[in-house]
């Protein structure tokens, strides 16, 4: 097996508190490869500060701590802010979920698509507006060039989505975390931006990292499912062997399917004990 782009090993989250230390990610030993990998699990399961950790986005109060986390032979507990700043321009990316609030509303969507390639590349401003326009070509924009020129407020929902994809791919990075990339979005939406993040990932040739707390809807574009439950990875699989999930959390998650009027809401936080 070749090495895998993301390797996590004992990986645990916690903030201080006066009650002592509160982990909210607890162990988790887990890898990426080029391929989708959903992370799944209830609010407050430790979806996000795992996302998180591996940008180096946490809050600053939260301490990590990992036997190796380690992208792309790099080791990123010990990363400088120098190198984290090289790395988020280039290797990672991340897509949050509604970009009204990732999307700077003072500035046109052609600058903001371009700034990784100002920021890390040596490219004129003419072959960063090519590149730019190809890019929000092949998110599936119509009239690209006029999508260039205009302010984000001009965009619907869904095509904020796609420009911010295009702002993180622009940069070709080698894994891209996608928190609830689709949750500000509705349901048809949704599918055509799961099944857009899937293709390029493929053409790609990239690790995506998918967070949902809907299982069902992204295991229908994840190679593989990952399930977590207070901050520990409660069960691994390949999306098509999730019918016949071991754990009985996996198999409440995969049942709990979302009907027209608890579609997009959050999933309830299973009590206690398995
Ligand atoms: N800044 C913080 N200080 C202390 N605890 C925090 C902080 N941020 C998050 N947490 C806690 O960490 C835990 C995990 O949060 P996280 O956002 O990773 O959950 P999640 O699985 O992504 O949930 P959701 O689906 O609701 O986004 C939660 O219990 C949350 O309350």
Redesign the pocket.
């Known amino acids: 097996m070749t090495e895998p782009l993301l390797s996590a090993e004992d990986l645990s ?1 916690a ?1 201080p ?1 006066e009650a002592g230390p ?1 982990r ?2 607890d162990g988790m030993s887990f890898s990426v490869g080029r391929e989708v990998l959903a992370l799944v ?12 950790a591996i940008m180096g986005l946490l ?1 600053r ?2 301490e990590v701590r990992a036997k190796r986390l380690a992208f792309d032979g790099q080791e990123l507990t010990t990363l400088s802010a120098s190198g984290w700043n090289r790395l988020r321009g280039s290797g990672l990316g991340l897509i949050l979920q509604d970009p009204k609030y990732s999307l700077n509303p003072a500035h046109k969507v052609g600058r903001q698509v371009e700034e990784a390639l100002l920021l890390h590349t040596k490219l004129s401003a003419a072959e960063r507006r090519e590149q730019a326009l190809d890019m929000l070509e092949k998110v599936g924009l119509p009239d690209p060039q006029r999508v260039y020129s205009s302010y984000p407020a001009a965009l619907s929902g869904g095509m904020g989505q796609r420009v911010m994809i295009a702002a993180m791919l622009i940069n070709r990075p080698k894994l891209l975390i996608a ?2 990339p689709t949750s500000a979005l509705d349901r048809g939406l949704r599918d055509q931006i799961l099944t857009l993040l899937r293709s390029l990932t493929e053409e790609l040739g990239m690790g995506l990292l998918l ?1 949902s ?1 809907d299982l069902q809807q992204v295991s229908r574009y994840a190679n593989r499912v990952m399930v ?1 439950r207070q ?1 520990k990875i409660e069960e691994q699989m390949a999306s098509a062997d999730l019918a016949n999930a071991r754990s009985d959390y996996t198999r409440a998650l995969w049942a709990a399917r979302p009907s027209a009027a608890t579609y997009g809401t ?1 999933l309830p936080v299973y009590g206690g004990e398995a």
């Open positions: 989250i903030f508190s509160v909210v990610v699990g209830e609010s407050g399961s430790g979806k996000s500060m795992t996302g998180r809050p109060r939260a928190d609830e967070i707390h977590m901050g959050r």
